[in-house]
């Protein structure tokens, strides 16, 4: 166990659907991650929230919505996705240094019909 | 701009042999590299990494990386694999330019089969 627990760990959706994704961790970290891993491609960071504010979007469709509510919560909102956006969201979180690792949870396996 | 090359898409090695994973990278100034290991259905775990000091690192389950800055390399090593190491490694590098959140870019990624 790496202290970062996500649920669910699988999700499956219909387009028009409205579902959220959740991240907690317990390891009294202040900033954690979304990424998005897609079968063929590198893992791609999508958001970054340091001391809950939100640090880095990148360029993320507005389709996803994360909320960081406290230092050890973070979810991600999900609506009207699209087939592409089927892939495993993983949520990370690290400690304030800046050498410091990012621990990982397990996953949400979504898929998006 | 900030990279990780991971040249090969999968390495198959027989138990018991020595196995290398490869990794270069471009980055600015001076890098934090960081290898961690996917097992199937699983989150990714930290194995280890470096940021200053003796180019040989040391990190979980026997492995191992050398960092080569001469060469941009920062390769994954353990001296006899087992069959429970097959999964899929990552290499990874502090962008620079990420502040204090620690933003890793990834490379692609390299599966590891070990055959009994």
């Known amino acids: 166990e790496t202290g970062v627990t996500q649920t669910p760990r699988h999700l499956v959706m219909g387009m028009t659907n409205k579902k959220s994704l959740k991240c907690e961790q317990h390891?009294?970290?202040?900033?954690m991650y979304w990424y998005k891993q897609s079968a063929k491609k590198p893992l791609e960071l999508m958001f970054v929230?340091?001391?809950?504010?939100?640090?880095e979007n990148n360029s993320v469709p507005s389709r996803f919505s994360p909320e960081c509510p406290n230092s050890s919560h973070l979810f991600l909102h999900l609506h009207t996705l699209q087939p592409e956006d089927s892939a495993l969201y993983l949520c990370?979180?690290?400690?304030?240094?800046?050498?410091?690792?990012?621990?990982f949870g397990e996953g949400s396996r979504l898929t998006v019909l | 701009a900030q990279s990780v090359a991971q040249p090969e898409d999968q390495v198959n090695v027989a138990e018991g042999n020595p196995l290398t994973v490869k990794c270069t990278y471009s980055v600015s100034g001076n890098p934090y590299l960081f290898w961690y290991v996917q097992y199937p259905n699983r989150g990714l775990q930290f194995l280890l990494k470096?940021?200053?000091?003796?180019?040989l690192v040391k990190g979980s389950y026997g492995f191992e990386a050398e960092f080569n800055k001469s060469q941009t390399s920062f390769h994954l090593k353990k001296p006899s694999a087992l069959v429970s190491d097959s999964a899929l490694y990552f290499c990874?590098?502090?962008?620079?330019?990420?502040?204090?959140?620690?933003?890793?870019?990834f490379g692609a990624g390299t599966r590891l089969a070990v055959h009994p």
């Open positions: 990370a979180s690290r400690t304030s240094s800046n050498t410091g690792e990012l621990f």
């Open positions: 990874a590098v502090r962008d620079p330019f990420s502040g204090g959140y620690n933003k890793l870019i």
């Open positions: 470096y940021i200053t000091g003796d180019n």
């Open positions: 929230y340091s001391l809950e504010e939100r640090v």
């Open positions: 390891l009294g970290h202040n900033a």
